[in-house]
């Protein structure tokens, strides 16, 4: 229950195009859903997050896309870039403040 | 530069060793949570703290233990090491405004490698 499956595992994308990462989640309780992107060597750097009471949240050229009833959430990268190439990992907790329950991660590579 | 500083940067040590990590949080937060990063288990909760007390607890090995000093730096303490706690571990901070708090940022990790 407290699992968050993401997938897919890696993915390859040309430049422009968009990138669309998703995950799943089983405890209902979660209330705050961020994503996190990771370049090698480096430590997670907030993207973006949401709460379950909005359907979609925007920032630049990433959107965060919330089913609550399927209890899915999805990530979207519009006109990908080469520097967007990183591990990618979505995430959830009960509140802002509690303990990040991380998916498996998506390596995200984006060809020129 | 999330404002999350790790000491040290890599760690090499030997099974049966102990050894301490450090993280000074970004200026003014008082919660610090501690990760840890493998290719096999990905990247899991341990602990937090929260102004000098313990606030949640993952799934630290006993082995494992941490604190949080006046100053609000924390440090990790590994001890009895096992090649299986070869990993990347991560120091988070977030602020807090009365009952509200903030986002976790992440500090650049220490990488430790037991052999």
């Known amino acids: 229950q407290q699992q968050v499956k993401q997938s897919p595992q890696s993915l390859i994308v040309q430049k422009g195009g968009i990138s669309i990462i998703n995950c799943a989640y089983e405890?209902?309780?979660?209330?705050?859903f961020p994503w996190y992107q990771q370049f090698p060597g480096k430590g997670p750097a907030l993207l973006i997050a949401?709460?379950?009471?909005?359907s979609e949240k925007k920032e630049g050229r990433f959107t965060i896309s919330f089913n609550k009833s399927a209890k899915q959430f999805s990530l979207h990268i519009m006109d990908s870039q080469p520097g967007d190439s990183a591990t990618y990992f979505c995430?959830?907790?009960?509140?802002?403040?509690?303990?990040?329950?991380f998916g498996q991660g998506t390596e995200l590579s984006v060809k020129p | 530069d999330s404002g999350v500083t790790q000491t040290p940067k890599h760690l090499i040590t030997a099974t049966g060793q102990r050894v301490t990590l450090r993280c000074s949080p970004r200026s003014g937060d008082l919660s610090v949570y501690w990760y840890q990063q493998s290719l096999d288990q990905g990247l899991q909760f341990l602990i937090q703290?929260?102004?000098?007390?313990?606030?949640a607890k993952g799934n630290i090995l006993e082995r494992f233990s941490a604190q949080q000093f006046p100053d609000l730096h924390s440090e990790l303490n590994l001890s009895s090491l096992e090649l299986g706690d070869s990993a990347l571990y991560f120091c988070?901070?977030?602020?807090?405004?009365?009952?509200?708090?903030?986002?976790?940022?992440f500090g650049p990790g220490t990488r430790l490698t037991v052999t």
């Open positions: 949401i709460r379950p009471d909005v």
């Open positions: 703290y929260y102004n000098g007390e313990e606030r």
């Open positions: 988070a901070s977030s602020p807090q405004t009365g009952e509200v708090v903030g986002e976790q940022y």
């Open positions: 995430a959830a907790s009960i509140g802002k403040g509690g303990k990040l329950i």
């Open positions: 405890n209902t309780a979660f209330d705050y």
